[in-house]
């Protein structure tokens, strides 16, 4: 049974659907591996928006520019990923220095990323996605220094972003009410309905 009111696809709409993924993933993809992502983190993204694409079928059925929104869509995609593991480096430096101010000596204890994401992902688990994500590191590094093959570091950055992603989707940062609907489309770009 679909939920969250989602309803499986007509076959027109898997057709077109089909259509879409066949015509543009390549170049979503390398769209987004030229910004400089991993290959792995760049099919996240493409895939996210294709999630997106199909929660979203009947809109974009009636753009003549279906690229063009998916373009937007993978842009708000990517843009979201990335304020969700800020907000929630911003909500730990706050909420040390707001420990610091209370107790009037050192915070010791990082805050542990249970308290930010209700036990749905761990310090570990964190640390790996902002290095990867935000710091820039390759798999390679990180492989070695954990001391793991680039397959088992690879597992581990799947594993840790499908956490993180299933926790924001239960709590979600403030202001994220539909961060992936691309809202600067205009209905002027909007294809006649006869």
Known sequence: MPKNGERPLQPDER???HRLYRDHYQALYDYTYQLGVGRDVAEDFVQDTFMVAIRRIETIKEYEN???YLYQVLKNVIGYRLRSLRYAINLQKQLQEDHENMQNEPYTDE???ETLYGGAIGEAELKLLIRFYLEGWSQKELAEEMGVSGNA??????RAKLHLRKALEETG?????DPLTPDSM???RRRERP
Not at 173 to 177: D, K, L, N, R
Request: aromatic letters at 4%; glycine letters at 8%; a neutral charge.
């Open 111 to 113: 805050l542990s990323p």
């Open 186 to 188: 205009t209905t002027e």
């Open 15 to 17: 057709e077109f659907l």
């Open 66 to 68: 279906p690229r063009g």
């Open 153 to 158: 570091c690879q597992k581990r950055i799947t």
């Open 173 to 177: 940062p403030p202001g994220s009410e």
